[in-house]
């Protein structure tokens, strides 16, 4: 209750003391509508499960499901009021996950705090309104407008929270996607050198037999060649049962037929050992982190990585203008490319035709990569950019293959833009300027 309490000499002072009464329960400072989406947002960022409980462990409110299938991490944060612990934010997720996991409960404990802080004050508010009828016309007056800047003041606080929210679950998408850009170079760094450790060394012993096998093959047709001006001497009777077995065994044929294989079989290693340096200069596990970059030779290599994608009678098309070094990290440009390209891949199953093309334009790179596909309506253009946005089925894309190409792009202070309608296809430009 209030009481306004007078000095000795009879005169009331202005000041109001209040009197809480009973304590008050978190479920009566907020309500289900205020924390589920704080609780929907933590399982969109990347956590598997959030629940709060009050202090004898009762669960209040909870949002997703616990994970059971894999190795999990769980963080857990109290809530106080006025010093004491009432409850506490539980979020669990994948064990490799657990800076974001950790991140987001103390995101979650720091605005659950601040929306019960605010509530109370708010109830703390409404019993002053209650309190206060008995006073004055003047007293009436003065408190509320104490009260009205009071709740402005709340209302400013209120929104402020909200904005940090916001800006905060921004920061944390945008760190899980560098984080997926991050280990998915990674993984492909580590298949390169797989691959590259696993198949030269065999390769290098194939390439080596084949040479010292037509070397082989070189001799044994000169001591045919010789056996054969040796027989042309003999008298017919004599030649007729060699040239029969000659002509059974058909020796002429495999001598015409060993060339062939023997180049189909260099050839062969030739391709493999192409592939693998592809790979990995597209991984570039052995250059640092900024390089002097080709753009048409990155544009080549990506497109050779991504082969085995290139749907049946695809078309390819490639313009490129010889164009400067650009002074970039090559292997986070080549991720650009890939995600621009492997969506452009799955634009159309039959028919496809991507072009490719570069060229130079006063101190600026323009790259266009464009495709015949089904296009992008007009309402989802604005949108493709979005971290978690895709327009494919559940469980076939993440939804961050742009968003990481134009983190890239504007970290490299390039632009990136797509110009796309219905039924005219898709066409990605990016432009970067050339750093002297």
């Not at 096998?213 to 009777?237: C, F, G, H, M, V």
């Amino acid at each position: 209750m209030a009481k306004t309490p007078t000095h000795s000499n009879g005169k009331r002072e202005d000041n109001l003391f209040f009197v809480v009464g009973d304590e008050k329960k978190l479920t009566e400072l907020m309500t289900c509508q205020e924390v589920a989406p704080l609780l929907q947002g933590i399982i969109q960022a990347g956590a598997c499960y959030a629940v709060i409980v009050d202090d004898n462990s009762i669960r209040l409110w909870d949002h997703g499901r616990p994970e059971t299938n894999r190795a999990t991490c769980q963080v857990s944060k109290g809530l106080f009021l006025e010093g004491e612990e009432v409850a506490a934010i539980m979020v669990q997720g994948v064990q490799d996950n657990t800076p974001l996991i950790q991140g987001l409960a103390s995101l979650a404990q720091t605005t659950l705090q601040g929306l019960a802080q605010n509530n109370l004050k708010l109830m703390l508010t409404t019993e002053l309104h209650t309190s206060v009828v008995n006073l004055s016309q003047e007293e009436l007056l003065a408190v509320n407008a104490k009260l009205t800047a009071s709740e402005a003041r709340y209302r400013e606080l209120a929104a402020s929270l909200k904005k940090t929210v916001e800006q905060r679950s921004a920061a944390l998408k945008k760190a899980h996607s560098r984080l997926l850009q991050q280990e998915k170079m990674m993984a492909v760094g580590q298949l390169a050198a797989g691959v590259a450790h696993e198949i030269n060394n065999p390769l290098g012993f194939i390439a080596s037999n084949l040479r010292t096998l037509a070397k082989y093959i070189d001799r044994y047709r000169q001591l045919i060649s010789a056996l054969q001006q040796a027989t042309a001497t003999l008298p017919a009777e004599g030649q007729e049962p060699l040239q029969a077995l000659s002509k059974k065994l058909k020796i002429a044929f495999i001598d015409e037929d060993l060339q062939e294989l023997l180049g189909q079989s260099e050839e062969g290693c030739h391709r493999i050992k192409k592939i693998v340096a592809d790979l990995k200069g597209f991984s570039h596990i052995d250059d640092g982190e900024t390089t002097a970059t080709d753009i048409n030779i990155e544009l080549e290599r990506t497109l050779n990585v991504l082969t085995a994608q290139i749907p049946e009678g695809c078309r390819v098309s490639k313009d490129f203008a010889p164009l400067p070094s650009l002074l970039c990290q090559p292997a986070l440009l080549c991720q650009v490319f890939v995600n621009i390209i492997t969506n452009a891949l799955q634009a159309r199953k039959q028919g496809l035709h991507l072009k490719l093309s570069t060229q130079k334009s006063h101190n600026t790179i323009t790259i266009e990569i464009s495709d015949n596909g089904p296009g992008i309506p007009p309402h989802l253009v604005n949108r493709v950019f979005e971290p978690f946005f895709t327009t494919r089925e559940v469980g076939e894309g993440t939804g961050m293959g742009m968003a990481v190409a134009y983190d890239i792009i504007t970290a490299m202070a390039g632009t990136i833009k797509i110009d796309s309608s219905e039924d005219r296809g898709t066409t990605v430009t990016i432009r970067l300027p050339l750093k002297v």
